[in-house]
């Protein structure tokens, strides 16, 4: 069963999200409907705020860009109380979509390799170094848990060109494929 994604202008997209306890109520069901909710909406990746919890979970299925990223081949985590340690290299760029910025693509300055540790799903810790394109989904997936989206680390005459798109998107004039929810009404 896939949930609505919370869509840019939401006021959950922008806390900042609260570790998870072993005594968390249907973690695996919950994270069974983010894998879900990923898949139905073709994205690559999914934090919990984007469906409107602020807890610090992460599905990431990087598969689908293996092509282009063969780092990704396979590649699939269920994050928990993910924590990135940043390693040494240059940041480079790549353009970064996000299912809670639909139509919206920019480019994004990001390290390229880190060391993350999380728990999975039964609070089995795990350490990994990654790289590449998969550092940066990680990257991008855990800033959410921050009440960051990617659109924060572009430049202020990129973000002026996309105003006009990023108002719509709070105004729900948009378009979408898969079932969302718009930021509340202002009065
Ligand atoms: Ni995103």
């Not at 968390?24 to 994205?43: N, P, R």
């Not at 928990?80 to 919206?104: D, K």
């Not at 998107?169 to 718009?182: E, L, M």
């Amino acid at each position: 069963m896939s949930l609505p994604v919370y869509l840019y202008g939401h006021p959950v997209l922008r806390r900042i999200s609260k570790t998870v306890e072993p005594s968390y109520k249907g973690l695996k069901e919950l994270v069974e409907k983010m894998f879900d909710t990923m898949y139905e909406s073709e994205g690559v990746g999914l934090a919990a705020p984007q469906i409107g919890l602020n807890d610090r979970i992460v599905v990431i299925d990087a598969d689908p860009v293996a092509e282009s990223f063969p780092e990704c081949a396979g590649r699939k985590f269920t994050l928990i109380n993910p924590e990135i340690e940043i390693l040494e290299g240059a940041p480079t760029s790549h353009a970064e979509g996000c299912l809670s910025l639909p139509g919206l693509s920019e480019n994004v300055n990001r390290v390229e390799h880190i060391r993350l540790r999380w728990v999975d799903a039964d609070f089995q810790p795990h350490e990994e170094e990654i790289s590449g394109f998969l550092a940066r989904i990680v990257q991008h997936e855990c800033d959410h848990l921050e009440g960051k989206l990617y659109i924060d680390h572009i430049s202020p005459i990129r973000k002026q060109l996309i105003r006009a798109k990023l108002r719509n998107i709070v105004a729900g004039k948009i378009r979408c494929d898969y079932p969302v929810r718009y930021a509340p009404k202002q009065k």
